[in-house]
T-cell receptor, first 112, second 115 residues
């Protein structure tokens, strides 16, 4: 298995632009998680899905952030409009019924 | 609610020194416990896990952790660290698997090894 796949790996954009991050979980995993990591705030859980349904989105910072999981093999995290304080590394992770969670390589987002 | 505490924020050791990183959790029921490692510029990777059975768990790269239920602890150990162990280490806890559960991560301990 290729593991959790994220794209793009790096994104540089200007303030006000829309940013879409993509994630493909490990095949067979039914839970998917979006995290944000910064030096100041550490690792934060933004939202997670189970069987494509959002279970807990209490970590989503504001309405500018939205996430979807249209099917078991794909999820997106969208920021619209983006702001410099959104600059961070965004990780996607997936988990199977064995309760082991695996992280993707992350997307490093820089908003100028 | 579940929570995880990692009391050491930054640990600095010399090569060949022994390592112990503390982890305490709060949850009264049956737990699954994890240690993840994040090397500089990389993503979190599973180091070891405890689900049941022998409370002394051996992981990759010579790491081990001991689950002490009475102390709600799951400390990570390595008898002799190497420079390549420089990384951030995260302890995590989850109740036994359920579709609505999520793994709770500690705030991490940064480990710096002096060559």
């Amino acid at each position: 298995d290729a593991g959790v796949i994220q794209s793009p790996r790096h994104e540089v954009t200007e303030m006000g632009q829309e940013v879409t991050l993509r994630c493909k979980p490990i095949s067979g995993h039914n839970s998917l998680f979006w995290y944000r990591q910064t030096m100041m705030r550490g690792l934060e859980l933004l939202i997670y899905f189970n069987n494509n349904v959002p279970i807990d989105d209490s970590g989503m910072p504001e309405d500018r952030f939205s996430a979807k999981m249209p099917n078991a093999s794909f999820s997106t995290l969208k920021i619209q409009p983006s702001e410099p304080r959104d600059s961070a590394v965004y990780f996607c992770a997936s988990r199977g019924a064995d309760n082991e969670q695996f992280f993707g390589p992350g997307t490093r987002l820089t908003v100028l | 609610a579940q929570s995880v505490s990692q009391h050491n924020h930054h640990v600095i050791l010399s090569e060949a020194a022994s390592l112990e990183l503390g982890c305490n959790y709060s949850y009264g029921g049956t737990v699954n416990l994890f240690w993840y490692v994040q090397y500089p510029g990389q993503h979190l990777q599973l180091l070891l896990k405890y689900f049941s059975g022998d409370p002394l768990v051996k992981g990759i790269k010579g790491f081990e952790a001991e689950f002490i239920k009475s102390k709600f602890s799951f400390n990570l150990r390595k008898p002799s660290v190497q420079w390549s162990d420089t990384a951030e280490y995260f302890c995590a806890v989850n109740a036994e698997y359920s579709s609505a559960s999520k793994i709770i991560f500690g705030s991490g301990t940064r480990l710096s090894i002096r060559p």
